[in-house]
């Protein structure tokens, strides 16, 4: 089965379909941090939707997408932080959009899109499921949306207790199993950071995925043979 990670650098999801003997490969503009320049395609994956895949997850950029960016759609005195703003922001959001959009819109038989939560709920649809990391055994609350085109819901695995940060003010932080990203000054990194799909995630959807898709093919196949 061929399988796209769409917007993938971290190769999380890939490799755990290359577990299981999938044909998977990420694709991303970025080089690909996982080890495996094999399986990566450094590139503009809107180019390569029509490669005959059978199944794309996709994880397109949330920092324009995210609610939490909508603050900076207003012109602001100070741009220290380099984020863009005002009109260069309701500009940038749109095309993140469409980009969105473009990725559900390919012709793949099987889709899955990830995202947090943000504006895609009023711009397009509302998602399928929320899921959260702690859900697939690792310890991290985190609202994760998935938008999914001929695929099931994922079914949790490994239910833990989330842990938390709490301030000395008494305020309840998630923790980041993986790394405390807030710390981190440089704005790429950090965010390369965070969108980093946890194991325990990227284990189900393998999985689960792989197999429902897989079993699908197969009927599909014996029917054409068939005749039906």
Same mark, same amino acid.
């Not at 694709?27 to 590139?43: K, M, R, T």
């Not at 324009?64 to 380099?82: D, F, H, I, M």
């Not at 899109?113 to 711009?123: A, H, K, L, Q, Y």
């Given at each position: 089965?061929?399988?796209?990670?769409? %917007?993938?650098?971290?190769?999380?999801?890939?490799?755990?379909?290359?577990?299981?003997?999938?044909?998977?490969?990420? %694709?991303?503009?970025?080089?690909?941090?996982?080890?495996?320049?094999?399986?990566?395609?450094?590139?503009?994956?809107?180019?390569?939707?029509?490669?005959?895949?059978?199944?794309?997850?996709?994880?397109?950029?949330?920092?324009?997408?995210?609610?939490?960016?909508?603050?900076?759609?207003?012109?602001?005195?100070?741009?220290?932080?380099?984020?863009?703003?005002?009109?260069?922001?309701?500009?940038?959001?749109?095309? *993140?959009?469409?980009?969105?959009?473009?990725?559900?819109?390919?012709?793949?038989?099987? =889709?899955? =899109?990830?995202?947090?939560?943000?504006?895609?709920? &009023?711009?397009?649809i509302k998602p399928?499921? =929320?899921?959260?990391?702690?859900?697939?055994?690792?310890?991290?609350?985190?609202? &994760?949306?998935?938008?999914?085109?001929?695929?099931?819901?994922?079914?949790?695995?490994?239910?833990?207790?989330?842990?938390?940060? &709490?301030?000395?003010?008494?305020k309840k932080y998630?923790?980041?199993?993986?790394?405390?990203?807030?710390?981190?000054?440089?704005?790429?990194?950090?965010?390369?950071?965070?969108?980093?799909?946890?194991?325990?995630? *990227?284990?189900?959807?393998?999985?689960?995925?792989?197999?429902?898709?897989e079993d699908k093919?197969?009927?599909?196949? +014996?029917?054409? +043979?068939?005749?039906?």
């Amino acid at each position: 089965m061929r399988v796209l990670i769409a %917007c993938e650098e971290s190769q999380e999801v890939c490799k755990a379909f290359r577990e299981l003997g999938h044909e998977a490969f990420s %694709c991303d503009v970025l080089e690909c941090s996982g080890g495996h320049p094999e399986w990566h395609i450094q590139d503009d994956v809107l180019k390569h939707l029509d490669d005959c895949w059978d199944l794309m997850i996709a994880h397109p950029p949330c920092t324009y997408l995210c609610v939490t960016s909508n603050r900076w759609l207003k012109e602001q005195p100070a741009r220290k932080s380099g984020k863009l703003v005002g009109k260069e922001r309701v500009k940038a959001q749109q095309e *993140a959009v469409n980009f969105f959009i473009e990725l559900w819109m390919a012709k793949i038989p099987f =889709i899955a =899109i990830e995202n947090p939560v943000g504006i895609m709920s &009023t711009r397009f649809i509302k998602p399928h499921q =929320i899921i959260h990391p702690y859900y697939f055994g690792d310890a991290v609350s985190k609202k &994760t949306c998935l938008w999914l085109k001929n695929l099931p819901l994922l079914r949790k695995t490994n239910v833990v207790q989330a842990e938390y940060h &709490t301030t000395k003010s008494g305020k309840k932080y998630p923790k980041w199993s993986m790394i405390d990203a807030c710390k981190i000054q440089d704005l790429e990194k950090r965010a390369s950071i965070r969108s980093k799909t946890f194991l325990g995630i *990227a284990k189900a959807m393998a999985n689960q995925w792989g197999n429902f898709v897989e079993d699908k093919l197969t009927k599909n196949k +014996k029917e054409t +043979k068939d005749g039906k």
